[in-house]
C-alpha cells in the first residue's frame, strides 16, 4: 500500500512538470504564421520644445500661438520667450 502511495506521488509530480515544461516550450504553429502576437505600439512622435521654459513635449500636445510653440497655456499666455 505504501508504495502505491509513493507511485500515485509520483505520477502527479511528473505529469504536472511536463505539462509546465509543455506550456513553456511550444512549437511554432504549421503553416509559417507569425508566432507572437502583433504589438498595438503607437508610431512615435515628433517632440518640440517649449519657447519659454525648454521642456520637450508631443507635437499633438503642444500649444501654438503666434508661430510659437508652448508646453502649457501658461506659459503661451505669458509672452516671455527664452
Do not use: D
Not at 509520483?10 to 506550456?23: D, E, I, P, T
Not at 504564421?33 to 503642444?62: K, N, Q, T, Y
Request: with cysteine.
Amino acid at each position: 500500500m505504501k508504495y502505491l502511495l509513493v507511485l500515485l506521488v509520483a505520477a502527479v509530480v511528473y505529469s504536472l512538470w511536463k505539462n509546465r515544461a509543455g506550456s513553456v516550450r511550444r512549437a511554432p504553429p504549421p503553416g509559417g504564421g507569425p508566432s507572437v502576437a502583433p504589438s498595438r505600439a503607437r508610431p512615435a512622435e515628433v517632440m518640440i520644445a517649449c519657447e519659454h521654459c525648454g521642456l520637450h513635449v508631443p507635437a499633438g500636445e503642444a500649444i501654438v500661438q503666434s508661430g510659437h510653440t508652448f508646453c502649457s497655456r501658461e506659459h503661451a499666455h505669458s509672452g516671455v520667450h527664452r
